[in-house]
């Protein structure tokens, strides 16, 4: 991640501290106050978003590190290190916000159960407006700069924001006279914040994993080569995740009677459109084969 690209990330990540600190004091207070246990385990919730952002702040600062003798490849891959703890973190405190609705509504006593006020409420409805604006904002600029942590954050905006809406319904429910929702609200939340936790983690292995990029990516590069002067075909393409980069191995076909310069020529230019065309490439591997020659026919 270059220099420009650190700055956004960085600067998304402390308006998110900013807001997620503001909220989940806000929630507490509010779910306290309001006598709810659904908008306690929302405040909870956003309190674990502060520690992710952190998590974000140091996977993207270690990614950006230069290639060193111990690590000739770059260090990309510690965004999707970063992202799988985000992802454990938020299995965790989802897991933690669904077993303590379940144990309220497996105990039966609902007549003892606290209404919410109107506190709560209107503490859920902000929530909603302010998490889905951050989703949108750590969204777009994850995109721009292709992070996956940044990406990873956003999501868990996203579920923060669904959890608002749950913890909403849970209230404005229990306040109609079925306080058992409250408690009920906090098991649909945590079902919500378990799935953001999977695709999160699901995203990273894949990049850890040598996973291919997608294919539109793939035949955009194929159609790129073909179209470089001296290239008769493609015998090879592969391509794989490596954090949020892409390495690319090909293999051309080129006329055989040609010189060694002249072929060394046509895989630089391959190499150079392809890093150029494509800013997510940060290598690309190109090796030239003699292209068959037509068969003659007797």
């Known amino acids: 991640m270059d220099g420009e690209n650190q700055r956004i990330a960085m600067r998304v990540s402390a308006v998110s501290i900013v807001v997620n600190l503001l909220l989940s ?6 779910g306290i106050f309001g006598r709810s246990g659904a908008m306690v385990s929302d405040a909870v919730h956003s309190a674990s978003d502060v520690f992710s952002t952190f998590i974000v702040i140091i996977g993207v600062r270690i990614s950006s590190k230069k290639s060193d003798v111990n690590h000739p490849y770059g260090h990309e891959r510690m965004e999707c290190v970063a992202s799988i703890i985000l992802a454990t973190v938020l299995l965790a405190t989802g897991l933690g916000i669904g077993l303590g609705g379940l144990r309220t509504v497996l105990s039966g006593h609902y007549e003892t159960l606290a209404v919410p006020g109107l506190m709560a409420l209107a503490a859920a409805v ?6 889905e604006w951050m989703y949108w904002y750590t969204r777009a600029a994850a995109k721009k700069i292709n992070s996956g942590a940044l990406m990873a954050d956003a999501w868990h905006h996203r579920s923060d924001s669904l959890s608002s809406i749950g913890a909403f319904v849970g209230i404005a429910g229990s306040r109609m006279g079925y306080p058992v929702l409250d408690a009920a609200a906090s098991m649909v939340i945590s079902v919500f914040i ?3 936790a999977y695709e999160i983690f699901m995203d990273a292995v894949d990049k850890m994993v040598d996973k291919a990029c997608d294919r539109e990516t793939e ?5 790129l080569v073909l179209l470089q002067e001296g290239v008769l075909g493609i015998d090879r393409l592969m391509t794989r995740l490596f954090g949020a980069k892409i390495y690319v191995d090909m293999e051309i076909a080129a006329d055989g009677s040609r010189t060694l310069y002249e072929t060394h020529a046509i895989a630089e230019q391959v190499h150079d459109a392809i890093e150029e065309q494509f800013p997510e490439v940060k290598h690309c591997m190109v090796h030239v084969n003699p292209a068959k020659a037509p068969e003659r026919k007797e």
């Open 219 to 223: 035949e955009k590069i194929r159609k």
């Open 25 to 30: 004091v806000g929630k507490l207070l509010a």
């Open 126 to 131: 902000i929530s909603i407006a302010v998490k």
């Open 194 to 196: 378990a799935k953001a």
